[in-house]
């Protein structure tokens, strides 16, 4: 559906348009991962942090390098990773060489639990399937472009 459907609404410019495009699809897809995350009693970020974790291959990670990798770097890792250690998702220990830093594990427990969650993988790629491969690339490239602003500002 297009976006002036969708919204019931005209845009200034194309440049306009794009820019609200991105966030009402992005917002379009944080919904859709929520409600599969839900039924795995599971928040967006306490995935994100399992699959950093899981990447580590048994190897640790700071708080701190969990939080320069996150999709959304605003979230309070420190409480979140509390949270699912809580539920035995992952490990805490406190750093040798450093004590006020803190070494992150994932547990069986959460590898276990992403293993269950490999049909999310398939449903968000489906989510994007009406793309050929070739359209994905471009659009990641574009998605890069624009985030690249940043840099030259």
């Known amino acids: 559906?297009?976006?002036?459907?969708?919204?019931?609404?005209?845009?200034?410019?194309?440049?306009?348009?794009?820019?609200?495009?991105?966030?009402?699809?992005?917002?379009?897809?944080?919904?859709?991962?929520?409600?599969?995350?839900?039924?795995?009693?599971?928040?967006?970020?306490?995935?994100?942090?399992?699959?950093?974790?899981?990447?580590?291959?048994?190897?640790?990670?700071?708080?701190?390098?969990?939080?320069?990798?996150?999709?959304?770097?605003?979230?309070?890792?420190?409480?979140i990773v509390d949270k699912m250690r809580t539920r035995g998702l992952v490990k805490r220990y406190s750093c040798e060489d450093d004590r006020r830093a803190t070494h992150i594990f994932i547990t069986e427990e959460g590898l276990e639990l992403l293993q269950k969650m490999e049909c999310y993988e398939e449903v968000f790629d489906g989510m994007l399937s009406c793309l050929t491969e070739e359209e994905a690339k471009q659009l990641n490239l574009l998605l890069d472009k624009i985030r690249d602003f940043e840099d030259q500002a």
């Open 1 to 79: 559906m297009k976006l002036e459907d969708e919204l019931k609404s005209k845009f200034r410019n194309e440049f306009h348009k794009v820019g609200l495009n991105i966030f009402f699809t992005s917002n379009w897809l944080a919904q859709s991962q929520k409600k599969i995350f839900k039924k795995f009693n599971l928040t967006v970020q306490q995935y994100n942090i399992l699959r950093i974790l899981r990447g580590q291959q048994g190897q640790p990670v700071t708080i701190g390098n969990i939080k320069c990798r996150m999709l959304e770097r605003e979230s309070d890792v420190s409480r």
